[in-house]
């Protein structure tokens, strides 16, 4: 029996990972080393949990909503469609979304790179609010993109972020697509229970049907 291939779907979570002006990168020390006197090597770490692939919160865009650690599970787990739109310009709107419409899974993950960014890049492309909720409305339950947001870097209002808030619609960002083809595939990408915080890092899979 063959075994399903298996897309991971995450970038290295590294101090170069691209992240957002101001927010905290990633770091990595060393609180013991392997000795004489000390059996094992521990790590301890810092960083933003929005950094390389993650599961927004809905904490993150609405006081009083939801922590990560609050959030159910079942949406970051089961069947799922990549959509490309490459070339869409600063937003995916309906028109890049149509061509796939049919049989939608609750999960739809959107290509919008020919390669994904491994530097800060602010003209990324993000999700225009009306094709958000034309997913939801088509029932899907979870968006992802290969970007740093679902909005425009410069946004103040965070359009894309409140679309999912009323739909209560679950969120991946900063996923790597590059080499997974259109189609139908399942999605593996849990979100870990971080408690109080406003966003997790995931190790995003995608295995073919």
């Not at 469609?81 to 149509?98: F, K, N, S, T, Y």
Request: with cysteine; glycine share 6%.
């Amino acid at each position: 029996m063959n075994t399903p291939a298996l897309f991971d779907i995450s970038p290295l979570v590294s101090a170069e990972a691209p992240i957002f002006p101001g927010d905290e990168p990633y770091a990595l020390r060393w609180t013991a080393r392997l000795g004489p006197d000390c059996p094992v090597n521990l790590s301890a770490l810092t960083l933003s949990p929005h950094i390389g692939a993650h599961a927004d919160a809905p904490l993150h865009y609405a006081d009083g909503a939801a922590s990560i650690d609050a959030v159910e599970l079942d949406a970051y787990l089961g069947p799922c469609r990549v959509i490309h739109a490459i070339g869409c310009g600063p937003l995916i709107g309906i028109e890049q979304l149509r061509h796939a419409e049919s049989g939608l899974p609750p999960r739809v993950l959107l290509r919008s790179c020919a390669r994904a960014d491994t530097v800060w890049n602010p003209a990324f492309s993000a999700f225009a609010p009306e094709a958000l909720t034309w997913l939801a409305e088509r029932g899907v339950r979870l968006v992802g993109i290969d970007t740093p947001s679902v909005d425009p870097a410069d946004s103040k209002t965070l359009e894309a972020h409140q679309v999912l808030r009323r739909h209560d619609l679950r969120v991946l960002e900063n996923l790597v697509l590059d080499a997974v083809p259109e189609g139908d595939y399942e999605l593996i990408a849990l979100p870990l229970k971080l408690a109080g915080a406003c966003a997790s890092p995931v190790r995003a899979v995608l295995r073919a049907l």
